[in-house]
């Protein structure tokens, strides 16, 4: 089993920036594709951004392609999710989430195992 725990949410203003942080126990996820996903009240989840087990890849959604990178930290277990311009429609409950693959999967259904998210909320 996975346990992930995220940190760093928080409200900031709309241009501002937060860095999320995933950290990863029960066993190492060095062979495991990382995700985060996001959730605003009465929306479905949906994708943000991933990285693969080695962190050579990475994929990210249309709406943050350009402000928001992920990254990986093998030694620490741990995944991060760097945002900046954000902007209100960015508020949401971040997930981390966790799958052994050697793709990068973009989908709720592919990934196994889920934290309980850090709301990030971005003021206008």
């Known amino acids: 089993q996975v346990q992930l725990v995220e940190s760093g949410g928080g409200l900031v203003q709309a241009g501002g920036s937060l860095r999320l942080s995933c950290a990863a126990s029960?066993?190492?996820?060095?062979?495991?594709?990382m995700g985060w996903f996001r959730q605003a009240p009465g929306k479905e989840r949906e994708f943000v951004a991933a990285?693969?087990?080695?962190?050579?890849?990475?994929d990210y959604a249309d709406s943050v392609k350009g402000r928001f990178a992920i990254s990986r930290d093998n030694a620490k277990n741990t995944v991060y999710l760097q945002m900046n311009s954000l902007k209100p429609e960015d508020t949401a409950v971040y997930y981390c989430?966790?799958?052994?693959?050697?793709?990068?999967?973009?989908?709720?259904?592919?990934?196994?195992?889920w934290g309980q998210g850090t709301q990030v909320t971005v003021s206008s």
């Open positions: 029960g066993r190492t996820v060095s062979t495991y594709a």
């Open positions: 989430a966790a799958v052994r693959d050697f793709t990068v999967p973009r989908r709720v259904y592919e990934y196994a195992y």
């Open positions: 990285i693969s087990w080695s962190g050579g890849s990475t």
